[in-house]
């Protein structure tokens, strides 16, 4: 019987995800990954679109309104991409949700993924006070600092 349970152990964890599948990321400080990202950004979900779709992996192109600007030069509106799917931990956005946008940049577009620090607006207080936007904070009063670049 211990032979048979052993066998039926061995043959469900092989089915199990291995780590090597499972989303793991370097963990950068936030000033190593304010340096690396092409563009940093507050703006506004307005179309997801899935341009394609390839082994249950969706390259989806996110099209946002810039609100605010803490690095680089995105534009008013931007489109960048992101990937969604098995073993992929891209976020999940949503239309009319604001959100603060942490981007590289490859072959000319924009994109993010779940290794940068891209989250919505609402969970990103910390983040804005350490990069020294405290003002960004929703909420916050208008005239605890600059307005950025």
């Not at 950004?41 to 989806?60: A, H, K, M, P, Y």
């Not at 931007?78 to 946008?101: H, Q």
């Amino acid at each position: 019987m211990k032979p048979l349970l052993a066998s039926a152990v061995l043959v469900l964890s092989a089915l199990v995800p291995s780590d090597a599948h499972a989303c793991s990321c370097a963990d950068p400080t936030l000033v190593e990954e304010r340096d690396r990202s092409a563009a940093i950004f507050i703006g506004q979900v307005w179309r997801l679109e899935v341009v394609s779709e390839i082994e249950g992996v969706s390259n989806i192109v996110v099209s946002i309104d810039v609100e605010h600007v803490l690095k680089g030069k995105p534009g008013l509106q931007v489109e960048l991409s992101t990937d969604n799917g098995c073993c992929y931990c891209s976020p999940s956005f949503k239309i009319a949700e604001r959100y603060l946008f942490f981007t590289t940049e490859r072959d000319g577009r924009l994109e993010t993924n779940a290794c940068t620090r891209t989250r919505p607006l609402r969970e990103a207080a910390p983040l804005l006070e350490e990069l020294g936007f405290p003002h960004l904070v929703p909420g916050a009063p208008r005239d605890q600092g600059p307005d950025p670049p």
